[in-house]
């Protein structure tokens, strides 16, 4: 089955320095992907996505894009602050049975805890 | 407006018993989505709702159940509960559901079984 896999943490920084983490995926057909963020003691957040291959999502410094031939998704930021420790995931959405309609669920790495220090 | 609620925020249970976990979706929202959130197991999918219907269905044994009302609010039940069955427990919205559409999450029921 579909699958994501995303390296492990915990990954500690230094403020102002450059962040990879990295995110491959299995999946059959071509699949959506995210970046989710969770702060610590809030719910998950959009961070940003991709729909098709070669696809650049970006938001707030970050961005990732869609390589379909080396299925894999990475997140990168040039310069991170201590404001961005979280725990990041990087999941796909599995389009399931297409006669069923669009229906979807999300896929889930395991999270990279991120912690970067002033 | 306002996101997607979920309540209680925490509970303790203990071995045996049953809990009901509910989730607000954001309005016009029609797409409920659950998942449950481990430290060993990551995120995994519970199941969706759309308009009362339940379109998709994760690897859970049958005690994990949920239904959808016509307001789009939306219940999960765990009978006889387990000690693995500890865990945060997230519900997302979305608009419609498409693949393309973005899930917006609550803040979890943080459930213990003792």
């Known amino acids: 089955g579909d699958s994501v896999t995303q390296m492990e943490g915990p990954v500690t920084l230094s403020e102002e320095a450059f962040l990879t983490i990295n995110c491959t995926y299995t999946a059959t057909g071509y699949p959506s992907l995210f970046w989710y963020v969770q702060y610590p003691g809030e719910g998950l957040q959009l961070l940003l996505k991709a729909t098709k291959a070669d696809d650049k999502g970006s938001n707030k410094g970050f961005e990732a894009t869609y390589r379909k031939e080396t299925t894999s998704f990475h997140l990168e930021k040039g310069s991170v602050q201590v404001s961005d420790s979280a725990v990041y995931f990087c999941?796909?959405?599995?389009?399931?049975?297409?006669?069923?309609?669009?229906?979807?669920?999300?896929?889930w790495g395991l999270g990279t805890s991120l912690a970067v220090n002033p | 407006k306002a996101g997607v609620t979920q309540t209680p925020r925490y509970l303790i249970k203990t071995r045996g018993q049953q809990v009901t976990l509910s989730c607000s979706p954001i309005s016009g929202h029609r797409s409920v989505s659950w998942y449950q959130q481990t430290p060993g197991q990551g995120l995994q999918f519970l199941f969706e709702y759309f308009s009362e219907t339940q379109r998709n269905k994760g690897n859970f044994p049958g005690r994990f159940s949920g239904r959808q009302f016509s307001n789009s609010r939306s219940e999960m039940n765990v009978s006889t509960l387990e000690l693995g069955d500890s865990a945060l427990y997230l519900c997302?919205?979305?608009?419609?559901?498409?693949?393309?559409?973005?899930?917006?999450f609550g803040q979890g029921t943080r459930l213990t079984v003792v």
């Open positions: 997302a919205s979305s608009l419609a559901g498409t693949v393309y559409a973005e899930a917006f």
């Open positions: 999941a796909l959405s599995d389009q399931g049975s297409l006669n069923a309609g669009n229906n979807r669920k999300l896929i």
